[in-house]
């Protein structure tokens, strides 16, 4: 029986063009879009994500007063705290939050108290759900967090989700859960907040469908390897 390589050739080619492209879906930018939400029990709701690109735009800015009463911990009582969910659609996973830009600033020459230098990393968090139902600083009720902007590997134009679930605010008296791997469907809430600092950044959430388009570009990938196989092994006529 013989074999036409060049139909072979071109069912597969059509089938990897046929997979649909990513999109690129602009969720928020407070720029055009408002301030987001600082009520942790009615974050601003972004809806569902798309497969591709999903990004988000914000300032946050820590204000002109510095109550330095608990000097290891200042307060600020004009601090712009940053919260938004969103939902993760069935069958579709979160691989990448992208810390696509970042910048700080200190306008205002916040000192820090004895706390700490202004200029860290910006504090982010996640939880399960429409709201965050943290008791300050008890983190248990999160799924994870981290400090952003500044510190290797969540720099910008770093992948920011495996620093969500490293640990780094595990121990008590924050206890804030580990976690692997990427996000399944459901709602989330996410919480953005600078301290002494004001900063401008834009996260990148990138879906994908089951399989994920680098496992079908893989797939493609292998099916042209195994045409030229074929048309290396192939007798002389097909």
């Known amino acids: 029986m013989k074999f036409s390589l060049g139909l072979l050739l071109l069912v597969v080619t059509f ?9 690129a879906v602009v969720l928020w930018d407070e720029a055009t ?28 800015t820590a204000g002109p007063t510095e109550d330095l009463t608990i000097p290891a911990a200042p307060d600020y009582p004009g601090i712009d705290v940053d919260l938004w969910n969103l ?3 069935p069958g579709e996973y979160l691989n990448q939050i992208v810390l696509t830009s970042y910048a700080n600033s200190n306008p205002y020459g916040h000192t820090g108290g004895s706390g700490g230098t202004p200029g860290g990393g910006s504090f982010f968090a996640f939880q399960a759900g429409s709201e965050i139902t943290v008791t300050i600083p008890d983190g248990s009720d999160l799924l994870g967090g981290t400090l952003i902007g ?3 590997g969540a720099q910008a134009a770093d992948d920011i989700l495996d620093d969500l679930g490293g640990g780094m605010f595990s121990v008590a008296p924050f206890n804030v859960p580990t976690f692997n791997g990427p996000l ?3 709602t989330y809430t ?16 990138q879906v994908s469908t089951v399989p994920e388009p680098a496992s ?7 099916a042209l390897a195994t045409i030229m196989f074929l048309r290396v092994r192939a007798p002389k006529g097909s």
């Open 33 to 60: 879009q408002g301030d987001f939400s600082g009520d942790f029990a009615a974050p601003t709701d972004l809806g569902t994500l798309s497969p591709g690109s999903n990004t988000v735009t914000a300032q946050s």
């Open 150 to 152: 500044v510190i290797p």
């Open 15 to 23: 089938s990897l063009v046929s997979i649909p492209a990513a999109s």
């Open 190 to 205: 996410f919480w953005y907040q600078e301290g002494p600092m004001d900063t401008e950044y834009t996260l990148d959430y």
């Open 184 to 186: 399944g469907a459901g």
């Open 87 to 89: 939902t993760i659609a």
């Open 216 to 222: 079908m570009t893989g797939l493609g990938l292998l």
